[in-house]
């Protein structure tokens, strides 16, 4: 089982400490044994982690300082928010990232959904629907930017003349969606996406999640196997409060196709380095033994 390092919880005081606590986080998550490190594309504190007003960095800024920080871990948003970004420039700053990288970068992406962001910033939020449609068009224009045809694209939300990207990325950036919504989101994934996210806490909900997916899959003729699973739903539990159990669920959502976990410094964790260096020191060895 790999694991990958998620990273929310910019901790209140000096800025001038913002920047060496999250380099640190990173080099300890890529000398732990995480396969990838990521970031929430946000702005303000997630309100059900803290209050809106503690630090947040931008995200692709961050991932940007931390291409030069780390060299072998990926490096991600879990996920990009489709309404902050025009997608012809989401996919430029993926592949910027991914060239200055040395090949490392994904492109993950969502509905977006934190209504008091977008209100404060003056980011229009559009309704859940259109929000959906505007994501499956930034999808195909990613793809389309990534292909050899850089003509026009004409959708209902996004009109380009040209989808001229150059450089292209060293390694195309995996496609990562994250959500559990049946209707739209896993519909998406099966179509779309070499990599899904689930958020679900418990095994029978995964279980029900991944069954649904690959009905999706099976819709549209994709091999399930293409699509690489992972889990966020144990980020809010403490590994070190009872391991063995801990395991012992990690081992189960590997029965089920899970690839990978995030984990991550709990919110207001005031360690978050020494976490990440206490995961990758007691918990990596074993998760490699599971899967």
Request: aromatic share 8%.
């Amino acid at each position: 089982m790999e694991f990958g390092v998620h990273f929310i919880d910019f901790l209140p005081g000096d800025p001038a400490r913002l920047g060496t606590t999250l380099a640190d986080a990173a080099e300890a998550a890529e000398q732990g044994g995480a396969t990838l490190f990521t970031l929430a594309d946000h702005f303000f504190q997630m309100e059900a982690l803290g209050p809106a007003e503690d630090p947040f960095l931008e995200a692709f800024t961050s991932l940007g300082f931390l291409a030069a920080q780390t060299t072998t871990i990926d490096l991600s948003l879990l996920v990009a928010g489709v309404t902050y970004r025009y997608p012809a420039v989401l996919t430029k700053a993926v592949t910027t990232l991914d060239v200055l990288s040395g090949g490392r970068s994904m492109f993950g992406i969502g509905a977006a959904w934190y209504e008091r962001e977008h209100t404060a910033l003056g980011i229009p939020y559009p309704t859940l629907g259109t929000r959906f449609e505007m994501l499956e068009e930034a999808l195909q224009i990613c793809q389309q930017m990534w292909s050899d045809n850089d003509g026009p694209y004409d959708g209902k939300h996004y009109r380009l003349a040209e989808t001229l990207c150059v450089p292209q990325p060293i390694r195309r950036p995996p496609i990562l969606i994250g959500g559990d919504g049946e209707k739209k989101t896993l519909r998406l994934v099966a179509q779309y996406a070499d990599m899904w996210n689930s958020t679900a806490t418990t095994d029978d909900e995964l279980k029900h999640k991944i069954d649904v997916l690959n009905r999706h899959c099976d819709a549209v003729g994709r091999d399930r196997g293409e699509i690489r699973k992972t889990a966020g739903g144990l980020l809010a539990v403490d590994p070190f409060e009872d391991t063995d159990a801990y395991l012992t669920t990690v081992q189960r959502y590997a029965e089920l196709g899970i690839e990978m976990i995030n984990v991550g410094p709990l919110p207001g964790n005031p360690d978050p380095v020494g976490y990440i260096r206490r995961f990758g020191d007691r918990l990596a060895p074993r998760l490699a033994e599971i899967g």
